[in-house]
């Protein structure tokens, strides 16, 4: 009855997003390592319980697209998030479906957008399938070779929760340096928006300059063209070919 119970933990733990479980994991780990649990069996309980939250997310967004779509856009984080996302999928498809999971936060941007866009079900699934396999087998393998290795149940554990945190650290503030980085270099460039009436800033000088059409007309009738303003691609929800 405790085995089941334990493997009833799991698909818990692991079916629904952010839900902490690292520590579960690799102790799943180290007791399949001393003959406790089977260790495939494991494997087939998380990776299976991981797809299926995946799966279910991403219908969740196929079928109430609009919805899902709109909160998203409510947060300027979400917002940013659903563009660059739906960009690469569409540019990378099936690789970058399975690589999205291992970025933080990337279970559930990656399921809600291909939901949104409508990716096809069977690609999509099989890209799940394979990255919670993937996962899977990291986070039990960490519990399961660290016992292995040191013979202690303790030590395994506590060997194997350190790395995972260690990963999981990396894998936050890594994304985070790289959009701060981002965020510098956009602030250094000339940022200029023509229009009647506009003002013309200067990210290097800080200085504004107001132009309108009545200065144009005073330079003898020539306007002098503005440069060209182009915008972000957004979503548009269109369905996935």
């Excluded at 690292?22 to 495939?40: E, I, N, R």
Aim: charged share 20%; glycine share 12%.
């Amino acid at each position: 009855m405790a085995v089941l119970a334990l493997y009833g933990l799991l698909v818990l733990t692991t079916l629904p997003p952010l839900v902490p479980n690292s520590a579960l994991l690799v102790s799943a780990g180290v007791l399949a390592a001393h003959g406790d649990l089977f260790l495939p069996f494991v494997l087939l309980v998380v990776a299976g319980s991981a797809t299926l939250g995946d799966l279910l997310m991403y219908l969740l967004a196929r079928r109430f697209g609009g919805p899902v779509r709109g909160w998203m856009r409510r947060s300027v984080r979400r917002r940013v998030l659903l563009e660059w996302t739906s960009r690469r999928i569409e540019r990378y498809g099936l690789p970058f479906v399975l690589g999205v999971r291992f970025l933080p936060n990337g279970r559930i941007v990656g399921a809600l957008t291909s939901g949104v866009l409508r990716y096809p079900l069977r690609r999509y699934l099989l890209g799940a399938a394979l990255a919670e396999a993937v996962w899977a087998s990291y986070s039990i393998g960490l519990g399961y070779l660290g016992s292995a290795a040191v013979g202690n149940r303790l030590y395994a554990a506590a060997i194997g929760i350190g790395i995972s945190c260690a990963v999981a650290t990396l894998g936050v503030v890594v994304p985070w340096v790289v959009r701060r980085r981002a965020v510098r270099t956009r602030k250094a460039r000339v940022c200029r928006v023509t229009a009647a009436g506009v003002v013309v800033r200067s990210a290097g000088t800080g200085g504004a300059a107001r132009r309108d059409e009545g200065d144009a007309a005073q330079g003898g009738g020539r306007r002098v063209p503005g440069p060209e303003v182009r915008s972000r691609p957004v979503v548009s929800g269109r369905p996935y070919r």
